[in-house]
């Protein structure tokens, strides 16, 4: 079993900054990609932004591009969402994935373990 923790959600006001981790435990492994998506109330699940195992190849909703920035740290088994230039419509929770492979995905499906979210609530 991997569990993932999400942590760093939280208020900030339209064009702020935050940066929200997911620490994985349990039978990790780096080899294998990670993805965060995002759920607004009442809205379906949807990808953010995702990180292949080694950390060479990235991938960003169009939403996001030039805005959020995807990074990890295998030694510490974590992964990193930096968002710069927070819109309203970002308000949502915020899940961490790990990928059924070892690179990029961008469905639901390519992800095999979540973790339980972090709140990120832009003011405007």
């Known amino acids: 079993q991997v569990h993932l923790v999400e942590s760093g959600g939280g208020l900030v006001q339209a064009g702020g900054s935050l940066r929200v981790s997911c620490a994985a435990s349990g039978r990790t492994s780096s080899s294998y990609a990670m993805g965060w998506f995002r759920q607004a109330p009442t809205k379906e699940r949807k990808f953010v932004a995702a990180?292949?195992?080694?950390?060479?190849?990235?991938y960003y909703a169009d939403s996001v591009k030039g805005r959020f920035t995807i990074s990890r740290d295998n030694a510490k088994n974590t992964v990193y969402l930096q968002m710069n230039g927070l819109r309203p419509e970002g308000t949502a929770v915020y899940y961490c994935?790990?990928?059924?492979?070892?690179?990029?995905?961008?469905?639901?499906?390519?992800?095999?373990?979540w973790g339980q979210g972090t709140q990120v609530t832009v003011s405007s």
């Open positions: 990180i292949n195992w080694r950390g060479e190849r990235t």
């Open positions: 994935a790990r990928g059924s492979l070892s690179e990029v995905g961008t469905g639901i499906g390519d992800y095999d373990y």
